[in-house]
């Protein structure tokens, strides 16, 4: 016989179960009408004129809201749901926190808040449908397909990889042309407050065998002792170049460019940073190169010698922007700035620096209008292509921070996509295995598979551009991923609310289309 204990017992489960789903209806019934109420609110602020104009007061309500929603939801207990949607709204008030601020072009603020809130909505639908729902009634075959997509991403990054490493590798053309057929050649270098690093580089291009060959360097009001340097080598044929205070909506560096290229004389023209060095041989080889593929632009991924450990925790997940996915299926080919060489006419015919003014990344757009008439190529340095770049770890970092949220196009939402691929895709794998021995949700065998696909990608861009971080980048990919995280973040934050300075300048201005402020009366 059944006790009445027993019966007793079995009843107060139940209807503890019934409570408590009770409760859990509740609390979704709420958190979505709250969700609604948000959605509508900022739906208004865009669709009526006269709520744009209390767009501030407005967007403060829509933050509380969505403010009140987040401590709902982290008093839940489902953590991978909760974890997705504290970090939608939390996108979301950040982009309400852009309303307040109100830094922007009105008109570009218009633009660039609506289209986020649209793909933030989009994004809560789906996870909502498609996310929580597979999750809710077979966590364990929902995690399962993601391991497998997981493998299936590593792999397919592997392989890319792979295949553009060898793709790329600079191979010494088969016919060359003589000192007398060889197009003349300017190497056009900006400067800003320089010391060793400008002069190195100068040695390093005066030291090339190429017979036709222009130097322009252009001091960029610098404060020190930067046009002395340049002077210092006229003797060697280099030709100083004074700058220009920047003009409004024109990048320092964008204007540098284009009065160089103004200044310049030859037929094919290298821009470089001071922190790239020349092998002897290097822009010989450039240009036969170009002359042999028949190409207009030619950019170069640079090597790395001597790297500090610490370089190989930032540039490389650059790399694998380049390197590991199929650009070329988007219209999106590798560019890299620190080398580039495009013919005169190529740059006249396509706007000049004109329309890049304010483009952290104005080689990428020639890049892109020359790729579409197969025009343009992507070469990594060798021991024939010597480019070297020598940039240390804080450089390279405040080159990330200046560069990072511009390459995504300056939306946040795209920062919230690749900080999802990156931790599902990348991190997740090292989480399941550290977590195995408390939580044996699944076998180790396709996270272990993920990691290992993961780490060979990871030494091989590594130990192609930096060789003396080969061994180190067995243990530091999951490290280089979550700085990337990080970078990324630091980068948005600091355009959207603060300031990005490059060289001593507030490059948020042009690139963000900041109104500047007046200084405060004495």
């Known amino acids: 016989m059944i006790g009445s204990s027993d019966v007793n017992i079995r009843h107060s489960i139940k209807t503890s179960k019934h409570k408590t789903l009770t409760n859990m209806r509740y609390d979704n019934n709420y958190m979505l009408l709250l969700w609604l109420t948000t959605f509508i609110l900022e739906a208004l602020i865009f669709a009526m004129p006269t709520m744009w104009q209390m767009r501030r007061p407005l967007a403060a309500i829509n933050s509380s809201l969505l403010a009140i929603s987040v401590f709902i939801l982290c008093l839940r207990l489902d953590i991978l749901p909760t974890t997705v949607l504290v970090l939608l709204s939390l996108y979301r008030i950040g982009n309400m926190g852009r309303l307040l601020k109100g830094r922007m072009n009105e008109q570009y603020l218009h633009l660039a808040v609506k289209r986020t809130s649209f793909w933030l909505f989009i994004m809560h639908a789906v996870f909502l449908t498609v996310i929580i729902l597979p999750f809710s009634l077979m966590p364990y075959g929902a995690l399962r397909i993601l391991l497998v997509v997981q493998a299936a991403l590593a792999l397919a990054s592997v392989l890319i990889t792979l295949k553009n490493i060898l793709k790329l590798r600079f191979s010494m053309p088969t016919t060359f042309l003589t000192d007398r057929e060889l197009p003349t050649v300017t190497v056009a270098i900006p400067a800003r407050n320089e010391t ?181 190529s992507f070469v990594r340095s060798s021991a024939e292509l010597e480019v070297q770049t020598t940039k240390n770890f804080h450089e390279q970092y405040t080159t990330a921070i200046r560069s990072r949220y511009p390459q995504l196009h300056k939306r946040p939402e795209w920062i919230l996509l690749l ?104």
């Open 419 to 522: 900080t999802t691929f990156n931790v599902v895709a990348m991190l997740l794998p090292f989480g399941l295995l550290i977590l195995h021995h408390w939580w044996p949700l699944t076998g180790l065998g396709l996270p272990l598979l993920t990691i290992c696909l993961w780490t060979i990608g990871h030494v091989l861009i590594v130990s192609s551009t930096d060789p003396s971080n080969a061994l180190l980048a067995l243990l530091t990919f999951p490290i280089a991923v979550v700085t990337e995280v990080i970078v990324s973040y630091i980068s948005m934050v600091q355009y959207e609310f603060f300031t990005v300075e490059w060289k001593d300048r507030n490059i948020c201005i042009p690139v963000m289309h900041v109104i500047p402020h007046l200084p405060k009366m004495q």
């Open 196 to 376: 060793d690093e400008l002069q190195n580089c100068l040695r390093s291009v005066l030291a090339n065998d190429y017979p036709k060959l222009e130097v322009v360097v252009l001091d960029d009001c610098s404060q020190s002792q930067t046009a002395e340097i340049i002077k210092s080598f006229a003797h060697d044929g280099v030709r100083f170049v004074r700058g220009d205070k920047p003009a409004e909506r024109w990048l320092a560096k964008n204007q540098a460019y284009q009065k160089l290229y103004q200044e310049s004389a030859g037929e094919l023209i290298l821009f470089c940073g001071v922190d790239v060095r020349f092998g002897s041989t290097a822009i010989r080889s450039m240009v036969n190169l170009l002359q042999a593929r028949e190409k207009s632009m030619l950019s170069v991924l640079p090597v790395r010698f001597m790297g500090s450990p610490m370089t190989a925790l930032i540039q490389p997940i650059r790399y694998w922007w380049e390197l590991s996915l199929p650009r070329r299926l988007f219209n999106r080919p590798a560019v890299l700035s620190t080398c580039w060489i495009i013919g005169r006419e190529d740059l006249a015919r396509h706007g000049g620096f004109t329309a890049v003014s304010h483009s952290i990344l104005p080689e990428a757009f020639f890049a892109r209008e020359l790729i579409k008439s197969d025009q343009y």
